[in-house]
């Protein structure tokens, strides 16, 4: 009777030791092979240098894509994050903070500065030729489409996230959008004293 | 979010109070003081003169402050049995093109209507467009038709979705100024809704003020 209680408890023992490498394996990252977001680009920013992906090393960054011609939520996220970086205060130097054009024909770099000189003055604004733009959006994995509107005219469909990245110019996570502020705050302060990112649950869309 | 009564200008408001207030004291308590100190003096006429301008001053900054404290009434315009309600835009950023217009439309009648199109001095085009956000990609799409405004029912147009869309502006939008469109709807016919220009980035109307105000930054 005892040796079987022995041999249980054992088994039981074994399996617990088992399950628990098994989760902890799952939690392991996953080895490299997994399609990165981010990576190799040149653009122009809005004071007409040349910018890569080296430009944004050293100090972590918040980059996300819009185009000027847009009425609603371009407008909307730049003034969120100009809110967050106002709340950030002195650490708001501690970031880069970059919104990429979707839009080469409209989007000059002069376009872009007097764009953004009605947001934070920390926020750049990196544009480039069509191509130069394509190779960002597919390192960034970002979805953008021209689409014509009748009577001339287009407009873009683009992703509207925040992409986080840290100094090393990996990606570590993203703002998405509608996400409260002070969930993206503290994300933004942990990506600058480069710990890992609380989680939030993903954000149902709903505003805040 | 639409209160028809609300303290509007609060950030106007302490200043104003804070001017009534010092000039009161001026004038009530202080200028006494020195009247006496220059009785009979020279400067004496100068005393004199400076009391008209000091009670002008103090009812100016009562005047000021009353109508900070009176209510605000919403702007309401009325055509056939539709009621728009808080017609708001947003300050343009720099170098800007497009703008897009909200309100909120009742239609109290016992039939459907539809806000088919709309002219504007301030655009060169003006259409009812729709935000859509799936799976984190912004789309933005004319609405084929105009937007339809069912019997006893109420649309609003707000960000994040429904918006009349000024396209090609020729002018900036600035914060704290006004613009007319002329709004196009199938049976109540043509109305001029007089927008209210908010902040750059404001995400609802706020009355007699704007939300986000980014220029005073």
């Known amino acids: 009777m005892r040796r079987r209680f022995r041999h249980g408890a054992a088994l039981t023992v074994g399996f617990v030791i088992l399950a628990g490498a098994a989760t902890g394996l799952m939690r392991l990252p996953r080895p490299a092979k997994a399609p990165t977001i981010g990576g190799a680009f040149v653009l122009t920013d809005q004071d007409g240098r040349r910018i890569t992906e080296q430009s944004l090393l050293k100090k972590p960054s918040a980059i996300f894509f819009g185009f000027t011609s847009c009425p609603d939520i371009c407008p909307s996220t730049l003034l969120e994050v100009t809110n967050w970086l106002h709340a950030l205060g002195s650490d708001a130097d501690k970031l880069n903070v970059v919104f990429v054009s979707v839009d080469s024909e409209h989007d000059t770099p002069e376009q872009m500065k007097l764009y953004l000189s009605s947001f934070d003055a920390h926020i750049r604004g990196f544009t480039g030729t069509a191509d130069q733009i394509k190779k960002i959006a597919a390192e960034y994995r970002v979805y953008y489409k021209r689409v014509p509107l009748e009577g001339g005219g287009y407009t873009y469909d683009h992703s509207a996230t925040v992409y986080l990245m840290d100094k090393d110019g990996r990606f570590v996570g993203l703002v998405t959008y509608k996400e409260p502020e002070a969930s993206a705050l503290a994300k933004l302060r942990a990506l600058i004293v480069g710990k890992s990112l609380p989680f939030t649950a993903p954000y149902d869309g709903k505003p805040s | ?217």
């Open chain 2, 1 to 217: 979010m639409f209160e028809p009564l609300t303290l509007a200008r609060t950030a106007h408001f302490a200043p104003a109070a804070m001017l009534s207030g010092v000039t009161f004291f001026v004038l009530f308590v202080a200028e006494p003081v020195w009247a006496r100190a220059f009785r009979g003096r020279e400067m004496a006429h100068l005393v004199l003169l400076a009391r008209p301008i000091l009670l002008t001053r103090l009812l100016l900054g009562f005047v000021v402050v009353a109508g900070r404290i009176s209510p605000v009434v919403a702007q309401e315009i009325k055509t056939g049995d539709l009621q728009i309600e808080h017609p708001w835009s947003r300050a343009t950023p720099g170098g800007a093109q497009v703008a897009a217009g909200y309100l909120v439309i009742t239609n109290k009648g016992s039939a459907p209507d539809r806000l088919i199109a709309g002219t504007s001095p301030v655009a060169r085009k003006v259409e009812v467009h729709e935000m859509s956000m799936k799976d984190d990609v912004m789309t933005m799409r004319p609405v084929p038709g105009g937007l339809p405004i069912g019997a006893e029912k109420s649309g609003t147009l707000a960000p994040g979705g429904y918006h009349i869309m000024f396209e090609d502006l020729k002018a900036p939008l600035k914060e704290a100024t006004k613009f007319v469109a002329t709004l196009e709807f199938e049976r109540a016919g043509k109305v001029g809704v007089p927008f209210d220009v908010q902040g750059v980035g404001a995400q609802a109307p706020m009355p007699g003020g704007s939300g986000h105000d980014m220029s005073s930054q």
